[in-house]
């Protein structure tokens, strides 16, 4: 997580440093709270694959950094923009990170035991259709009992990614503007097509941000 942004994204997308006048003079008192914990402020090609704008935070410590898609600069007001990056801030500021980490390493710890079992069970290699226990039976029923159990750690973090965007949302409010959130949203749902009003299942299981709507409605 520490080195996704300096690493792997290079790989695929070109990041160059926003420039600092343009911060200071956009996010003036808001950016010098904040400004010495952060690595740097990014604008990523986006606009190579596609024209959806977003914006996210990613790294610990000293390389925490903030990544703007370039699609995002072009289509918001400055005012937006930082209206954009105090809820990225207020994600950092409300430990959202560390909690996803921890969330993610429950996670794997709970994977990694279930792949245990199935190793380890002869039922599992049985219900393949083996009379013996098999390690490579086991890893086989390991990815077919995987699929179910995924999606309900989907849900989960869904859950919790859900709260966090409405948490960050009002910490852009408090510290910022709710107004110029809400017109970042609704330019952001438009060009990105976002769906209003999906079905309450559906959303519920694979919706990590709340619907546009909804988190307008929190603003006000
Ligand atoms: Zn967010």
Redesign the pocket.
């Known amino acids: 997580m520490m080195f996704y942004s300096s690493l792997i994204v290079p790989l695929f997308n070109k990041q160059t440093p926003l420039e600092a006048w343009e911060l200071r003079s956009a996010i003036g008192d808001f950016w010098d709270k904040v400004w010495f914990k952060l690595d740097n402020i990014y604008v990523i090609d986006g606009s190579k694959r596609s024209s959806k704008a977003n914006a996210y935070f990613s790294g610990f410590g000293p390389k925490k950094r903030i990544v703007l898609f370039d699609t995002l600069i072009k289509d918001l007001s400055t005012q937006e923009l930082v209206a954009v990056l105090a809820?990225?801030i207020?994600?950092y500021k409300k430990r959202h990170t560390l909690q996803m980490l921890a969330l993610g390493t429950i996670q794997t710890w709970v994977i990694l035991f279930i792949f245990s079992l199935a190793l380890a069970v002869p039922v599992v290699s049985q219900a393949l259709g083996w009379e013996i226990q098999s390690f490579h039976l086991g890893a086989v029923a390991f990815w077919i009992l995987f699929t179910p159990i995924s999606m309900i750690f989907g849900m989960i973090s869904s859950i919790f990614s859900r709260k966090?965007?409405y948490e960050?949302?009002a910490y852009a409010k408090e510290n910022y503007s709710g107004e110029h959130l809400s017109e970042a949203l609704i330019k952001l749902s438009r060009n990105n097509l976002s769906n209003l009003r999906p079905h309450p299942a559906y959303e519920f299981f694979y919706y990590s941000?709340p619907t546009v709507l909804k988190r307008l409605e929190a603003l006000k």
Do not use: V
């Open positions: 809820h990225e207020g994600h966090n965007e960050a949302d941000h």
